[in-house]
């Protein structure tokens, strides 16, 4: 870890200074080639200057005493270049100092690549093995690991070790030739051996996913049409990330989002409460806990729909201080040489009270949409989520798998409709939220039942 | 013998291990962005980075690693990570490296920006828009000078340098009119020099107009199987998509791909052909090596509706016993065909202008489904009003098979050069 405070001295503005290593790791298997065996490490320091409303960025992967001086030079000169020629009069939040450090690295003995190596050969043996008519597969590890070390002309400061392992399989059959694919993801934060033992204990999962392939790829394809649905957590957790979420971070919000015109007003069923949650989660920590932010800021939960009422938007120091209010620690940096933007931590609508199977009754003929593939969102709230893994709900029991189809509509809209929510909550933690930079994020929920426009045939 | 230093070094460690083959890849990039919020310059940003990519092949196994620091120690602890990954590795006999080619350098564009000139373009172009589109609102947006230089050498004497300067510009826009607000859209595109107003460059102006126009949309009320009049914007994607399922490595190894056997044959309308062309004059942001160690070369994908080219690299090729790609993909041309767009759009009896799609990944056999966004309902041979909450469904190998007419008129992005299409039979619901 690297001591910053020496380079205090040469804060002469405004200033974040940040060093930081991202490291990854891929293991893939495509039909038993390995087609992936590499490690990739990025590493250096960048620093950020606020001067006169305009904003200084610079970085350099090499991280020297004279490197580090030399960033915090340039993204001075870089904010002087932009304030001598344009008169703002931006402010920021500049909020108290606020130190925190955590590890969320294991505690364990670290395994071998071989290890490693022979718990993804093992997966795909069983697949092998187990299913004669799987004619594609593909089997992965990824790693992740992040790792920051923060100081600011406030006095923040900031260690952090955060790592995330995910295994990925993916199936493929055919069915009158056409190849029909299904994919699960296992893991989460955490280094493997916080995660993993046995590459038997995910072969329940696997069987799971290989019963969902074959009904989909002996399903039909969805009817067109608004539709009354369930959506399963999966896709509650996308809806809460991608539809709101992104409406209301605050950059977006004046950038012309429609929920600039919500604040305060129902916008939702009251059963929707809707947070972003800094680091956790009912006294756990959350897929991607945030402490302190990268501007420095002491990370809260943000509350953006309580009981169907539009409450806060999400913030940076730049964009608090336009709304007048406090950041809670959503500015947030991928890569060294990346500037923090607003963006989500661990967004999640909470449980409600019903059962799913009582949800899934009370439908006389919809759908229970299980799995997504990706979803994007407009400033319009609209929304569309690919779904890879569903079924058809006729006369309150599951019949049919259904297609790949994609589900749309306008968010606050399919928020209205919601009648029932599950008493459950699942976190998925394999996010990865592209909006210049791309970030990891946790998103999560209960089942929701609501009218949504599904896409087909 | 390659004049980098950091190269040359971390050749003589891998020597040193006596290693079958091995590839080394240093790109160096230096990166000038202004970045623009609210219609408001923030940010000027400069980063420099360095990647260096070690690959190495023994006894039929191979292993990556990838780092950012180039001094005596990072190279030795990177020989031996990259040992230490071959070690556990499989053996795989299609494992290679490119064979001896002549050394070569490329060059393209200047080495450093014009930051002045920069500034003054991006000023410009936000004071026209603010004066002659009121109602939009530049949401995010950036000018960008890129310059890399990409150093590539193999055990097998191969030894490319590739130094390219490029300025790129992307916005994210959205009109609003009191509550009202339309759709967001986006325009990306790339650039040799800052000769040319941005808001005349590629479909900028155009995309503009109309977002003001979608301030106020209808929905289509009923379903029907119709034409797809399809912009040059959405055509670039949906041209990169149609080469990831049905054309890359991962498709074809994966055997997901429905064009595995369809070389020689016809695969859409004779109306259509495909190119890639990474050295072509027309696409300023192209590249002159693959990253398996090849000089990039024109390519036609598809010529008048037949597959001429699958875009495998070395080991994909060999892995399908199949012909490898003269070049990776990307910088995708469309042949202009002879109709202008306005006698497309008469030709449409019921159907919709398609300027981007929101929608999932489509299956491997072609199947789509999503959101027609910023697009129009078009009926009688005219454009009748923009849409919102409208899906379409349909496949996109019918849909190059179905083609009835492309534009003579192309618009370059830079590293796309896309005219407009027209095809049918996708089926596009309203609420």
């Known amino acids: ?457 | 013998m390659t004049k980098n230093k950091v190269v040359n070094k971390m050749m003589k460690l891998l020597a040193k291990e006596n290693l079958e083959k091995y590839q080394i890849i240093i790109n160096n990039s230096k990166k000038t962005e202004m970045v623009v919020e609210r219609g408001e310059i923030s940010l000027l940003r400069t980063t420099s980075d360095t990647n260096l990519r070690i690959t190495a092949i023994n006894e039929n196994k191979k292993a990556s690693v990838n780092i950012n620091k180039v001094d005596d120690s990072s190279l030795e602890e990177a020989t031996k990570n990259v040992l230490e990954l071959l070690e556990t590795s499989e053996v795989d006999d299609a494992y290679d490296i490119s064979p001896f080619q002549e050394a070569r350098q490329f060059e393209s564009g200047s080495k450093e920006p014009n930051k002045e000139d920069m500034y003054k373009l991006i000023t410009r172009f936000i004071g026209a828009v603010k004066l002659e589109y009121p109602k939009l609102n530049i949401s995010e947006s950036a000018l960008t000078f890129n310059y890399t230089e990409v150093n590539l050498v193999n055990s097998n004497g191969v030894d490319y340098l590739q130094t390219k300067g490029i300025y790129s510009f992307y916005v994210v826009f959205t009109a609003k009119d009191g509550d009202n607000i339309s759709s967001m859209n986006f325009v990306a595109f790339s650039m040799n020099d800052l000769e040319k107003d941005l808001l005349d460059t590629a479909t900028l102006r155009r995309l503009i107009k109309e977002n003001i126009e979608q301030l106020e949309t209808k929905p289509i009320t009923e379903k029907f199987a119709g034409d797809v009049l399809i912009t040059p914007d959405y055509l670039a994607e949906l041209i990169a998509t149609f080469a990831g399922i049905g054309l890359s490595d991962g498709a074809l190894i994966a055997g997901t791909s429905v064009l595995k056997d369809s070389i020689g044959k016809e695969i859409a309308s004779p109306k259509l052909t495909i190119r890639s062309n990474p050295r072509s004059k027309h696409i300023c942001d192209g590249y002159s090596i693959t990253s398996d160690g090849f000089e990039a070369k024109n390519l036609t994908i598809v010529e008048n509706g037949v597959l001429k080219n699958h875009l495998l690299g070395l080991y994909g090729a060999k892995k399908t016993a199949k012909k490898r790609a003269e070049n990776s993909g990307d910088a995708y041309v469309v042949d202009p065909g002879g109709v202008s767009y306005k006698d497309m759009v008469k030709k449409v009896k019921k159907g919709i202008l398609l300027s981007r799609f929101s929608g999932g990944n489509p299956s491997p056999n072609g199947d789509f489904s999503g959101i027609a966004k910023n697009s129009y309902y078009i009926e009688d041979g005219k454009v009748q009003y923009p849409i919102s909450e409208t899906m379409i469904a349909g496949n996109i190998y019918d849909m190059l098979k179905n083609i009835k007419e492309i534009s003579k008129e192309q618009v370059n992005f830079g590293n796309a050069l896309m005219p407009w299409l027209l095809t049918t039979g996708v089926t596009i619901s309203g609420k």
């Open chain 1, 1 to 457: 870890m690297i001591q910053l405070s020496k380079f205090s001295k040469h804060f002469t503005n405004y200033t974040e200074l940040r060093v930081q290593e991202n490291q990854s790791m891929n293991i893939t298997f495509l039909n038993g080639n390995l087609v992936g065996n590499e490690k990739k490490y990025t590493s250096g320091v960048s620093s950020r200057v606020f001067l006169n409303g305009s904003w200084g960025f610079a970085s350099n992967p090499e991280m020297n005493d004279v490197n580090i001086i030399d960033t915090i030079k340039f993204a001075n000169e870089n904010a002087e270049f932009l304030s001598g020629r344009q008169s703002k009069n931006n402010k920021i939040y500049e909020g108290a100092a606020f130190s925190h450090s955590h590890n969320l690295g294991t505690k364990k003995n670290r395994i071998s690549q071989k290890e490693l190596m022979d718990f993804v050969k093992g997966i795909d043996a069983y697949i092998v093995k187990k299913f004669a008519d799987v004619t594609s597969r593909t089997v992965g590890l990824n790693f992740l690991g992040m790792e920051k070390t923060l100081l600011t002309s406030v006095g923040s400061n900031r260690y952090s070790l955060w790592p995330r392992t995910m295994i990925f399989v993916k199936l493929g059959v055919e069915e009158n030739g056409e190849p029909i694919n299904a994919y699960e993801i296992f893991g989460g934060r955490g280094h493997f051996e916080d995660l993993f033992t046995n590459p038997s204990d995910l072969f329940e999962d696997i069987d799971k996913l290989y019963e969902h392939l074959k009904n989909k790829s002996k399903g039909v394809y969805a009817s067109a049409g608004e539709k009354e649905v369930i959506l399963d957590a999966d896709l509650a957790g996308i809806l809460a990330h991608e539809a709101i979420g992104h409406t209301t971070e605050a950059d977006i919000v004046l950038g012309g989002s429609i929920a600039a015109n919500y604040v305060n007003k129902e916008v939702s069923s009251h059963l929707i409460t809707l947070t972003d949650y800094a680091h956790s989660y009912k006294g756990n920590l959350c897929p991607t806990p945030i402490f302190v932010d990268d501007e420095g800021t002491k990370a809260e939960d943000v509350v953006i729909i309580k009981d169907g009422v539009l409450k806060e938007f999400m913030h940076n120091k730049e964009t608090a201080a336009t709304f007048k209010t406090i950041a809670k620690g959503n500015a947030r940096a991928y890569q060294y040489f990346d500037e923090p933007l607003v963006r989500m931590r661990n967004t999640a609508i909470e449980p409600g009270k019903s059962k799913l199977r009582d949800m899934i009754a009370s439908i006389e003929d919809g759908y229970y949409f299980m799995k997504t593939g990706n979803g994007q969102a407009d400033s319009t709230s609209e929304f569309m989520f690919a779904v890879t893994i569903g079924y058809e709900i006729k006369n309150g029991k599951l019949a049919r798998g259904i297609r790949d189809t994609t589900i749309a509509g306008l968010a606050f809209d399919v928020l209205k409709s919601v009648t029932m929510v599950s008493d459950d909550m699942v976190w998925g933690s394999w996010g990865m939220c592209g909006k210049k930079q791309m970030i990891p994020v946790g998103m999560g929920g209960p089942a929701i039942k609501c009218r949504i426009n599904v896409g087909g045939k």
